[in-house]
């Protein structure tokens, strides 16, 4: 598609990055069909072409966001199926991160949205606080309903019915240091403890951890690591989410100078789609472009560093498993196969649900952000999963597993914790019973 | 960006009442239903013909029949132009607007009705996408033929304002061959039916009339459809040649031989590089052109067609012969071909032509085309429905450079009155819009298009209904 940018525009890296992105579009128009926004508004302003092009219109012209501009790629889910979609292979992906730090460096947002972001950024990526805010969440809880009455507090009551009824206990400190591996010892990994899974479900690693080593795979946790930088990178705060990238960076090369990584192996496919990305998003910092790029080629969802390890086949065990293809991990790490023939190799039956491509509505705080779309994708979602009759449903990232959760009865669970007691590990916990 | 192709000069009293238009819509529809920021427009201003662009005066975008019937009186009242969209993916810039002309989207109403197995119809609103039919009933073993390549996004609305065709119709026929029934809302709010779930009614056949009328008639609301029973198999075979005029050649002779595979369609060698690189379906890359044969049916009936295919294909030194293997890598070499134009966007912006021509001629037009291609010092890809003879040069070029764009636009024109010239026209499926609206007096003496314009005049005299298309606008009348 056509572009007018001037060579000084182009000057700016970030400008130009999105003009060389702009320029691939042809704006043929496939990737209104399989965006779950406008699947649900009909409206092609939330459509990525409709986006791409508020997005083209602000840049072009050097114009701060507004309001109507802001409204709808706000409504952006981030959830990259359009990627998936598009013949041309514009990527979208890096135009609306560019879009969202412009927002956020020229667009002041209104009083209550702010308190709302800001809230975010300060006690999601924060282990201990989160924690914290999850205990107060459950005083807090009684005041949803009264929260939803108005619309700008809408978000507030969101957070409120996600919060988890029982905050779990702090990450054991099982996942500090070395593991002792059993048998031949195979390989060497870091684990991302991360922030809000380590907080919401601690088991989904220590189930990692326990798989690892009954196959001869050595697990750190490096000192120092945390918060990939997702969920304010998502949010435009581009400052901060460079501040925890650099902060991972540093620690995993350490350890990659020390004794080596065969991997950095990632539960979240959330933070898995940033963490391989950091090559990218610190490439213009000299003093890391080198290093993100190292470490994003050693990311590695669960699921594919277990392809690697040829796993034994397993009895059947009669049991329905419905698999969610979280949406970065499908179309953000292009990761569809994998978490499948590893869940049927391991004797589980497993159902593919309609309408696969689409969201759940999770995707970070959108649920929080955007509670109305949220919900409705989630019942959209739910109505699917539940038309396979499954016994249980896996996925491979905790945001969906708390969206899903919260809209269904039936158990969800993570991929690996399934994995892990099919290959000797206790049955997981929401199984029992 | 080009200016060749005229608009019509937008109605000065229309734009000069355009709040009070703003706030008559906003009282006929819910608040969410009218777009009328100027930021939250531009959007809208084009299609998937991008080359050109026209600000509308303001988007609608209703729920139901009745929502959209309000808006076509009122527009109808005050002489207001009407700019009907559905998912807006036109090649020939049928969804582009205009100044003065609200734009009528019917990307809410996408619901499917009904769906009938006793009379093998479903019943649609006008903004479902034409996939979605077909996904609605394939668990059942049907499906809806026409499959347009932007299947996954187009409307049924608009590929009956297109009559659009696809890979498989040269087997089940374009959209006129498998639309029963519309219910129109005419440019003055009256809602009619017309047809229904018979195969004809009484009476003029409006619906042929409707059918590629480019919504320039009235605004389709809704569609019956028929449905077609899969077949028992289906299996595309690629056939490699060292040339596009032997595989031309090829073509033209299976179908002189009496033989109708569902589809035959057409890669060159830019086409198969740029489909592999997207799809890697394992499209061969040492060959010069491409065909993908479909046959479909028993075993024995596929083997039995394609022994006859394979041996006219001897004929014409083929150089390869595959059969794909899975379901899987048939999805994939479908996949790559219907997603061909987009994929082309990876190497550069390109205008897609559409004419048609007897399959005779098709070696002939192809040589020629890549002649005129050459003297302007351009490059193209051919991929198309090789069946139908229904050809679809992209003429690749660079939009940032006017200069190029400009000799892609008059490139296209030649290659266009070449199809003409050739006894064939100019085009198949993609309608023709404002892209080929001034060579359809290349077409058409001045009295064959008076009638077609008279037909138009029956539905909408003050022309408000898609005004700048289809017609040249001089000698209107």
Same mark, same amino acid.
């Given at each position: ?50 986006? &791409? ?29 359009? @990627?998936?979609?598009?013949? %041309? ?29 800001? *809230? ?17 969440? #459950? ?7 009264? *929260? ?24 054991? %400190? ?8 059993? +048998? ?6 870091? &684990? ?16 990692? @951890? ?5 196959? +001869? ?41 020390? #004794?080596?990584?065969?991997?950095? &192996? ?17 490439? *213009? ?31 059947? #065990?009669?049991?329905? @498993?419905?698999?969610? %293809? ?16 590893? *869940? ?36 959209? #979602? @739910? ?51 | $960006? ?69 808006? $076509? ?228 009936? $596929? ?136 060579? $359809? ?37």
């Amino acid at each position: 598609m056509q572009t007018s940018f001037t060579p000084e525009q182009l000057e700016d890296p970030h400008v130009a990055e999105s003009e060389k992105i702009l320029r691939r579009c042809v704006h043929c128009g496939f990737c209104t069909a399989t965006c779950p926004t406008y699947l649900t508004l009909g409206n092609e302003l939330d459509s990525p072409r409709g986006r &791409i092009y508020l997005i083209k219109d602000m840049l072009e012209n050097g114009r701060a966001a507004d309001e109507q501009v802001v409204t709808h790629i706000d409504r952006c889910l981030s959830c990259l199926s359009c @990627v998936t979609t598009c013949p %041309s292979g514009v990527d979208y992906m890096h135009l609306v991160d560019h879009a969202r730090v412009h927002i956020e460096n020229t667009y002041r947002r209104p009083l209550a949205d702010r308190l709302v972001r800001g *809230l975010l950024a300060a006690v999601l990526p924060y282990p201990a606080r989160f924690r914290t805010a999850l205990t107060l969440a #459950k005083f807090g809880r009684p005041f949803a309903p009264l *929260l939803k009455q108005v619309k700008a507090l809408r978000p507030l009551a969101a957070m409120l019915d996600l919060a988890p009824q029982a905050a779990a206990a702090p990450q054991s %400190s099982v996942l500090r240091g070395a593991q002792p591996v059993l +048998g031949i010892r195979r390989g060497r990994v870091a &684990i991302l403890s991360g922030c809000a899974q380590s907080v919401l479900d601690p088991g989904i690693n220590l189930a990692t @951890v326990r798989l690892l080593a009954r196959f +001869g795979v050595e697990v750190v946790v490096p000192e120092g690591e945390g918060c990939c930088g997702a969920l304010v990178h998502h949010m435009g705060r581009e400052d901060e989410a460079l501040g925890f990238a650099r902060r991972n960076v540093d620690v995993w090369m350490r350890e990659i100078d020390n #004794k080596g990584l065969d991997a950095i &192996i990632i539960t979240a496919s959330g933070c898995g789609t940033t963490i391989k990305d950091y090559g990218h998003m610190l490439r *213009l910092d000299p003093d890391y472009a080198e290093k993100a790029a190292k470490v994003s080629a050693l990311a590695s969802d669960i699921t594919e560093y277990l392809t690697t390890l040829d796993l034994p086949r397993q009895e059947p #065990k009669r049991l329905n @498993v419905a698999y969610h %293809s979280a949406c970065s991990m499908q179309h953000g790490q292009k990761i569809t196969v994998a978490p499948k023939l590893l *869940l049927k190799n391991a004797g589980f039956t497993v159902r593919d649900p309609a309408e696969g491509h689409l969201c759940c509505g999770s995707a970070g705080t959108y649920n929080i952000l955007q509670p109305e779309i949220s919900s409705e994708l989630k019942a959209r #979602k @739910v109505k699917n999963i539940e038309a396979t009759k499954p016994d249980v449903i896996a996925t491979g990232n905790i945001g969906c597993m708390t969206q899903i959760g919260s809209g269904t009865a039936i158990p969800i669970v993570h991929t690996v914790e399934l994995l892990d007691w099919a290959y000797g590990g206790e049955k997981p916990g929401k199984l029992k019973g | $960006m080009p200016e060749a192709i005229q608009f019509l000069l937008p109605r000065p009293e229309v734009l000069a009442r355009r709040s009070i238009i703003i706030d008559d819509l906003c009282g006929l529809l819910p608040a969410d239903c009218v777009i009328h920021e100027a930021r939250e427009l531009v959007p809208f201003e084009t299609d998937a013909f991008v080359s050109y662009r026209r600000m509308p005066l303001a988007v609608v975008l209703p729920r139901t029949t009745s929502q959209v019937a309000a808006v $076509m009186k009122y527009c109808h009242r005050n002489s207001i132009p009407v700019v009907p969209r559905g998912a807006g993916t036109s090649l020939s810039g049928g969804a582009i607007p205009q100044e003065d002309a609200v734009v009528l989207g019917l990307s809410r109403m996408a619901r499917i009705i009904e769906i009938d197995y006793a009379n093998r119809t479903a019943t649609v609103q006008a903004g479902v996408t034409n996939l979605s039919i077909s996904e609605a009933v394939g668990i059942d073993g049907f499906f809806y033929a026409p499959d347009p390549s932007s299947q996954l996004a187009c409307t049924i609305g608009g590929n009956i304002g297109m009559n659009s065709g696809g890979a498989h119709c040269l087997k089940y026929g374009v959209t006129t061959n498998n639309l029963l029934g519309v219910k129109l809302v005419l440019v003055d709010g009256e809602v009619i039916e017309i047809g229904g779930k018979h195969l004809d009614a009484a009476g003029y056949d409006l619906l042929g009339l409707v059918c590629g009328s480019e919504g320039q008639l009235g605004i389709v609301t809704e569609a019956t459809v028929r449905l077609i029973a899969k077949p028992e198999g289906a299996r595309p075979v690629l056939f490699g040649f060292e040339t596009s005029e032997e595989a031309g050649a090829c073509v033209a002779d299976i179908i002189a031989s009496g033989i109708i595979p569902v589809a035959i369609e057409f890669m060159d060698k830019p086409a198969i590089e740029i489909c592999e690189a997207f799809a890697k379906a394992g499209y061969p890359l040492d060959v010069g052109a491409l065909l993908i044969v479909e046959v479909e049916g028993s075993e024995a009936e $596929m083997d039995a067609m394609l022994e006859n295919i394979v041996g006219i294909a001897r004929r014409h030194a083929v150089l390869t012969v595959r059969e794909c293997q899975s379901a899987t890598e048939a999805a994939l070499i479908w996949k790559g071909r219907k997603s061909a134009f987009g994929a082309t966007g990876r190497i550069a912006d390109y205008i897609c032509m559409d004419g048609t021509v007897p399959l005779s001629k098709l070696s002939y037009v192809l040589k020629q085309t890549s002649e005129i291609i050459d003297r302007f010092g351009l490059r193209v890809a051919n991929v198309f429905h090789a069946g139908d003879g229904n050809m679809h040069p992209l003429i690749l070029f660079n939009a940032n450079d006017p200069e190029e764009a400009m000799k892609a636009e008059e490139a296209g024109n030649e290659i266009l009155k070449l199809c003409v010239d050739a006894g064939g026209c100019l085009t198949g499926e993609h309608g023709v819009g404002i892209e080929k609206r001034d060579l $359809m007096r290349h077409q058409y003496t001045d009295a064959e298009l008076a009638q077609q314009m008279a037909v138009r005049a029956a539905f909408d005299e003050d022309w408000i209904l898609n005004p700048s298309k289809v017609f040249p606008l001089e000698g209107r009348g």
